[in-house]
């Protein structure tokens, strides 16, 4: 079994046609969709995100990292949900991705979550960042 | 015209609709026989057990519901790559395996004989729901609930539950179910054969059972799924130490039977258990496939994702408020496990207090066992030798290699090297694990 994300994006037709959507409708049609994988035990996690225009960017290209509210007019395709799901195959994943209620302008990334195979296990950099989540682990255990 | 034919011709019309040129869904049409192949693997594992659900509603009897899902995903092979992938496939499997049954109750001459059957079974089933639905009115739940309580059911032999589980709900060909239990291909199709054989004679109704029998049919269901996940956990026999594979379709079962019996707390628990249980899969073998043992886990690899889950899954099973169940309970065992950072961090004193709400539960002395684990964990070996020794009679330990495990690790632990030695030498006799053999016989040389 293999995990896959898959990740929501829209252009702006995507962005235009849902603004014209019923609310209700979408979220009903989102429902029905989550509950079939659910029911099918292949769901993981899903959210869903706000508006682009809630969040910001902080951008990584200059000295010191730069937190702006844009600059989302340059971005063609928002990034707006995703969901985390374990199927027996790519074409598994495709299937179930091609279900999701969504219309023109709507698009689904699909790609492969990595797990502890796809690294080493005496990787010094691998064994520093599982450092790190342990630490976080133990965090989150005690709190 | 009766509810029934209407619902027929409805059929019929949708081979017909999804039948049609252009009417290809995304992801593009396939014409590659290899991809097509992909793809029908792929809706089928989706949709087989609402498919042969609704097919056994409609033909009356599950062995050749199934049959008839086989013989049109056959059909779907030959067809899909010259003329695309319909639409929707799973309703075209439905559709051409019903427009088969029909053909063949034609062909009988038992048209007529059989659709009054069905109306007749109609009536019956809708008069029997209208009494007491017992859970979610959608039928196409119940249909696959139907399914793995037939799957499941006791007059089947385990092996025969295991495989027609795993091809029916799972939607596993009979060589993925083969080749996960290290069998011949032909065993598997023998098992499925057998099984339908049996469900027949049997006369085993497609139904979730009376709530009266409710209890002891899901003990039976979960009973298999853990059975299935267990095998994967640590193989019985042959060279892995695990099959993780299997391990993880039988967490995939146990969630889809958990989400159509949102509240009974052992499915819950189940879910939860095999979650805990999974999210160390990737500390419990090493790059060259050795065993790993809890204590000497890299705890960094564990799934934090399957520990958040399994620890929501033991929520939802105490959420019903109906108590921990046996599952709940080793469930809570694992997670207490889990959310240690070391063996030393353990709590183990918490442990021993849910083996002994679990050894008051099933009365199993393996339960016993790993109960004196933990007491030596929070008391010392001492204490726990103790315990170990008075199930040293026990006749459903006479046979395996954990009495003498356990045993051996108590010894060692208090300085008595010899009589460890022996006992780990015992173990690596017993084990059928070529794998667990290997540690055993490095504790028993002093290398363990």
Known sequence: MTKYMLIMRADERGVAAYEEMDFTEVIAAMGRYNESMMKAGVLLAGEGLSDASEGFVVDFSGETPLVTDGPYGEIKELFNGFWIIEVGSKAEAAEWASRAPLGPGAFLEVRRVTDASDFPADNEWVQKEEGWREEQAQRAAQA | MSHETEERRIDEESVRRSGAPGEVSAPAPAVDPALVAERVAAVWRIESPRIVGALTRFVGDFAQAEDLAQEALAEALEQWPAEGVPRNPGAWLTAVAKRRAIDGWRRR???????????????????????????????????????????????????????????????????????????????????????????????????????????????????????????????????????????????????????????????????????????????????????????????????????????????????????????????????????????????????VAVYDALAELSGSPVVALNRAVAVSMADGPAAALELVDALAGEPRLALSHLLPSVRGELLARLGRDEEARAEFELAAERTQNARERAVLLAKASGRG
């Open chain 2, 109 to 351: 001459e038992r048209y007529e004989e059989r659709v009054a059957a069905i109306a007749h079974d109609l009536e019956a089933e809708r008069a029997a729901e209208a009494e007491a639905p017992p859970y979610d009115p959608d039928r196409i739940d119940d249909d696959v609930l139907r399914l793995v309580f037939v799957a499941c059911h006791p007059v089947l032999s385990r092996e025969a539950r295991v495989a027609l589980t795993l091809r029916v709900v799972g939607g596993l060909t009979s060589e993925e179910v083969a080749r996960m239990f290290l069998v011949p291909v032909a065993t598997v199709q023998q098992r499925v054969v057998r099984a339908k054989k049996t469900l027949a004679e049997a006369g085993v109704a497609f139904e979730v059972p009376p709530r009266a029998e409710l209890p002891e049919r899901l003990d039976a269901v979960l009973g298999v799924l853990y059975l299935i996940f267990t095998e994967g956990h640590a193989a019985s026999g042959g060279e892995d130490w695990m099959r993780p594979e299997l391990s993880r379709e039988a967490l995939r079962l146990a969630r889809i039977v958990a989400a159509l019996l949102p509240r009974e707390p052992e499915a819950q628990g189940l879910v939860a258990l095999m979650e805990l249980a999974a999210a160390r899969f990737p500390a419990r073998t090493d790059a060259e496939g050795n065993a790993v043992l809890l204590a000497d886990q890299d705890r960094s690899r564990w799934d934090l994702g399957a520990i958040a889950r399994g620890r929501a899954a033991l929520e939802r099973a105490d959420a019903i408020g109906r108590g921990r169940g046996p599952y709940a309970l080793q469930a809570a065992i694992a997670l207490e496990h889990d959310r240690a950072a070391s063996v030393e961090d353990t709590d183990w004193a918490a442990i």
